[in-house]
């Protein structure tokens, strides 16, 4: 028997004090610059309408990595005006033009490797020959709406140290209180999860939504922006219904992660690459403008099952059926006992045959006898869980369909846990030492556990200086 309200977690997080100021102090409807830059940290932004001030394209391969310290906003981006090559540097962001003159950067040596200068409104730049791109009219929602989501992913962080505050509160809850509050804070993950899913396909539609979700997804945290690049691109690389081969080809074509020299190859992989450029060849002159440069990929520390080229191998499969929101809406109206929900959906998205991922991690890898599928099933809870969960969900709510909506959160409860990471350990050793997590532990434990962490250890310190949680776990009634 739990105690807890069964929209206690959720009552808590909404009177939490963390949104950042949504204006610029005396100045209605203009965003401050923290917010725009968690805007372009996270690229909540319609694609299709970012141009310079001069009227050029321009297409984000990568926002860079957020620069807290000294020095442009943002480092290392990749991004692609209309009409050029890729190009690779620093962005600097301002709410105005005259920032960059204002802030003294023009004569400051560590800006010299600024390449895009971001601004929310005007329409004069002033970082010389430095291109400029006006947000202000580009958000994929309203800045009321962005303010509430970015503040749930400005920061990811753990303070590290000693057992927070909360561990005493917990330790004293029932065993059912605790997990009925970890399925509450996983119920929420969901639901911000389908926020962003929502925008999209306000913008590009819901099939559009789903395959940007999923090829973000197959990125993992080293690889989103390239792989929700090729997303984009589907629309137009899709043109003749390539069979199995054609879309390997133009999915590791367009990522720029096929060889071009084949002599160094194995026998196994050149029999493959020739297959693959036979298709290729005859197509790249049609695709070469959105061709990826290398430098989009960070390789470094990417797991073999988790290369882009295997997980682009595996989309490729997905894309000849046509029909992958049908298969996840048909799986969603299917009536499956809780030990089936995760094998019959593995059935419904498995790979047909293939020769070469079956037998190869990678392009560089080595034969190996025993084979390998392209889709396990640790790989599907991840993608459950950030992708097809969170898209029917969305899915369901728009189209006010209650009972399918419900259907969704039971689903989203009784899926089985996913891997355990060094975030789940340390959160683990801080909120919950020595009491043991629910038991069948299932992935909305940890997806709650990693969203109490974002509401509220994330924007304290090690001590907990002025968290709420610790006193308002002390509040709820004890069981007996």
């Not at 970082?127 to 509430?148: F, H, N, Q, V, Y």
């Not at 089936?340 to 034969?367: C, M, Q, V, Y």
């Not at 459950?384 to 409860?413: I, K, M, S, T, Y």
Request: glycine share 8%; proline share 8%.
């Amino acid at each position: 028997m739990t105690f807890l309200p069964p929209d206690c977690y959720l009552r808590w997080r909404v009177g939490r004090p963390v949104s950042p100021v949504l204006a610029e102090p005396g100045v209605a409807g203009r965003p401050n610059e923290q917010l725009l830059q968690q805007v372009w940290r996270h690229q909540r932004l319609q694609p299709e309408r970012l141009k310079t001030f001069d009227g050029r394209r321009i297409t984000v391969l990568h926002p860079g990595f957020w620069n807290r310290e000294a020095g442009p906003d943002f480092r290392d981006a990749l991004f692609q005006i209309e009409g050029e090559e890729p190009l690779s540097g620093d962005v600097e962001i301002d709410l105005q033009p005259q920032g960059w003159t204002q802030h003294g950067h023009a004569g400051n040596p560590d800006f010299r490797s600024v390449r895009l200068h971001v601004v929310w409104e005007g329409n004069t730049p002033a970082g010389g020959a430095i291109p400029t791109l006006r947000l202000e009219g580009t958000l994929d929602a309203s800045l009321e709406a962005l303010a509430g989501w970015l503040a749930d992913h400005a920061e990811d962080g753990l303070p590290c140290g000693q057992q927070g505050a909360c561990a005493g509160p917990l330790a004293r809850l029932g065993a059912e209180d605790r997990q009925a509050l970890l399925e509450q804070a996983g119920l929420v993950r969901l639901t911000l999860k389908a926020d962003r899913i929502r925008a999209r396909a306000q913008q590009a539609g819901w099939q559009a939504a789903l395959w940007e979700t999923l090829f973000a997804a197959l990125g993992y945290k080293h690889n989103p922006w390239p792989m929700r690049r090729i997303a984009g691109l589907l629309p137009r690389i899709s043109a003749g219904r390539p069979d199995l081969t054609g879309w390997q080809a133009r999915l590791l074509g367009v990522s720029g992660l096929l060889p071009a020299d084949l002599s160094g190859t194995r026998p196994r992989t050149r029999q493959y690459l020739r297959r693959v450029w036979d298709q290729w060849w005859r197509e790249r002159t049609a695709f070469e403008d959105v061709v990826l440069p290398r430098a989009a990929w960070r390789l470094g520390g990417v797991r073999p099952a988790n290369h882009p080229q295997r997980r682009l191998a595996l989309a490729a499969h997905w894309l000849q059926r046509e029909d992958l929101p049908g298969v996840l809406e048909r799986w969603l109206l299917e009536e499956l006992p809780q030990t089936r929900l995760a094998t019959s959906l593995e059935e419904r998205l498995r790979p047909g045959r293939d020769k070469f991922w079956e037998h190869h991690w990678t392009l560089n890898a080595p034969f190996q006898e025993e084979p390998s599928v392209l889709l396990g099933r640790t790989r599907l809870t991840d993608l459950a869980v950030n992708a097809f969960l969170p898209w029917l969900w969305c899915r369901a709510d728009a189209g006010v369909q209650a009972g399918l909506r419900r259907r969704v959160e039971e689903r989203h409860r009784l899926w089985p846990a996913a891997q355990d990471n060094a975030v789940l350990r340390l959160a683990r050793q801080r909120i919950l030492p020595g009491i043991p997590m629910p038991q069948p532990l299932r992935s909305v434990h940890q997806q709650g556990l990693l969203q109490i962490v974002r509401d509220f250890c994330a924007r304290s310190d090690a001590r907990c200086t002025g968290c709420p949680l610790p006193g308002r776990l002390a509040s709820l009634p004890l069981e007996g």
